[in-house]
């Protein structure tokens, strides 16, 4: 069973940064691609971002160039770096671990997710 725990969300103004971070426990953490998602209220959940097992990334348009992510796997933890931060960032993030090493997975295990609020 995979455990994902994410901290670091809160309440922020426009402009200022977070960093997300998503501790795993469980299966093999450095052979799956991991993820992070987020999900507005009245909206469906959408991907953020996401790294593969050999550190290729991919990113939603909306946040390219001001979010990062990245894993230690010595650690166990996947990060995002979130830069500039905007009114419309404000949803809660969810960390997932991806059924393949490769960005294309699907997710398979979930965390609890934690709120990102930007005030304008």
């Known amino acids: 069973q995979v455990q994902l725990v994410e901290s670091g969300g809160g309440l922020v103004q426009t402009g200022d940064s977070l960093r997300l971070s998503c501790a795993a426990s469980g299966r093999t953490f450095s052979s799956y691609a991991m993820g992070w998602f987020r999900q507005a209220p009245g909206k469906e959940r959408e991907s953020v971002a996401a790294?593969?097992?050999?550190?290729?990334?991919n990113y939603a348009n909306s946040v390219k160039g001001r979010f990062t992510i990245s894993r230690d796997n010595a650690k166990k933890t996947v990060y995002l770096q979130m830069d500039s931060l905007k009114p419309e960032d404000t949803a809660v993030y969810y960390c997932?671990?991806?059924?393949?090493?490769?960005?294309?997975?699907?997710?398979?295990?979930w965390g609890q997710g934690t709120q990102v609020t930007v005030s304008s």
């Open positions: 997932a671990q991806l059924s393949l090493p490769t960005v294309d997975g699907r997710p398979d295990y």
């Open positions: 790294i593969s097992w050999s550190d290729n990334t």
